[in-house]
């Protein structure tokens, strides 16, 4: 079974940095694409960051030029590294692995929360 465990979430005063690690602790299937997501209390879950197995990225413009989603595949590790952290970044932070395991499955992490102050 695969269980994806998320770990960096914090407070953090506006301008500040954060580093978001996702990682598979169960069986050790392959993280193939993966993404990073938010949602903020009263909004939906929204797409922050992508990044294929073959290191390809994706952002949503509201992140562009502060995020930076990364992959350590010998660790089966997906990191997101938030800079420049503004009081909108608020939010609970899921990450999605997408695994073969016969078949295509997509994973939910439980979320790491994040709050930024002001």
């Known amino acids: 079974q695969v269980q994806l465990v998320e770990s960096g979430g914090g407070l953090v005063q506006t301008g500040g940095s954060l580093r978001l690690s996702c990682a598979n602790s169960g069986r050790p299937f392959t993280i193939y694409d993966a993404g990073w997501y938010r949602q903020a209390p009263g909004k939906q879950r929204e797409l922050v960051a992508t990044i294929t197995i073959g290191g390809s990225t994706n952002y949503a413009d509201s992140v562009k030029g502060r995020f930076t989603i990364s992959r350590d595949n010998a660790k089966n590790t997906v990191y997101l590294q938030m800079n420049s952290l503004k009081s909108e970044d608020t939010a609970v932070y899921y990450c999605?692995?997408?695994?073969?395991?016969?078949?295509?499955?997509?994973?939910w992490g439980q979320g790491t929360q994040v709050t930024v102050s002001s």
């Open positions: 999605k692995a997408r695994i073969l395991d016969m078949q295509w499955y997509d994973y």
